[in-house]
């Protein structure tokens, strides 16, 4: 079974600053997928970025970047120059490539963007 | 692109009656479409998954017989709630996959928001 965690309940970035979320992740599989996902207040899940366990290069999508260490089994997602629509629910999660495809979802971080 | 519509986006219906929830994949097919459902402040939680023509697979503690899902084609899978009480108010989510051809990503519907009186 996978699991994934994200021990930031909330965290808090001033308007044009970097702020980092964790997430760390078990599973037994070799080959799987880890996500971020944004979820505003409208509700609507939106894809942030995505990383294939067998890439060692981090993934990167304009001011999104990951910081994934996979023998700590460590998964941040950095958020450069905040912007106020930045504001939202995170969720870090993790599919395995194939089989089930179940998405296994961390608890979320919320985050706060302050002018 | 890869839209995922749900219908209604919010319902509110009494006590002991039955609602249906409508995910529809409009410009691919799905082949697995996915049952969420999500409590305030709380994180996802899979329901079920579906796959086309067969019977969908419920997760632990889920109550396959109040929570009906069909999915009878590959753009159209739906969520009956049978005989709703107070405590399935929630927001449920659908997910649809198209399986290899796109990787297996799964793109989101909007969700819908139950209130049950």
């Known amino acids: 079974a996978q699991t994934v965690t994200q021990s930031q309940p909330e965290m808090s970035v001033q308007e044009a600053e970097t702020v980092t979320l964790s997430c760390t992740y078990d599973t037994s599989e070799s080959d799987y997928y880890l996500f971020w996902y944004k979820q505003p207040p409208s509700r609507q899940m939106i894809l942030v970025i995505r990383q294939e366990a067998y890439k060692q290069q981090n993934a990167t999508e304009n001011r999104f970047s990951v910081n994934f260490q996979k023998a700590a089994k460590s998964f941040s997602l950095k958020i450069s120059d905040s912007q106020l629509g930045d504001a939202a629910m995170y969720f870090c999660?993790?599919?395995?490539?194939?089989?089930?495809?179940?998405?296994?979802f961390g608890k979320g971080t919320k985050l706060t963007v302050n002018p | 692109g890869a839209v995922v519509s749900q219908h209604p986006s919010w319902v509110i219906c009494k006590s002991g009656t039955s609602v249906k929830i409508e995910c529809r994949s409009l410009?691919?097919?799905?082949?697995?479409m996915f049952w969420y459902r999500q409590f305030p402040k709380q994180s996802l939680m899979l329901m079920a998954t579906?796959?086309?023509?067969?019977?969908?697979?419920?997760e632990q503690g889920v109550e396959k017989d109040k929570f009906l899902i069909n999915h009878a084609s590959l753009t159209l899978s739906t969520l009956t709630v049978t005989s709703a009480h107070p405590e399935d108010s929630s927001f449920y989510i659908c997910?649809?996959?198209?399986?290899?051809?796109?990787?297996?990503?799964?793109?989101f519907g909007p969700g819908t928001r139950l209130t049950v009186t």
């Open positions: 999660a993790c599919r395995t490539q194939g089989g089930s495809e179940k998405l296994v």
């Open positions: 410009d691919f097919q799905a082949t697995t």
């Open positions: 997910s649809a996959s198209a399986g290899a051809p796109r990787d297996y990503e799964q793109y």
């Open positions: 579906s796959n086309e023509g067969s019977k969908a697979t419920y």
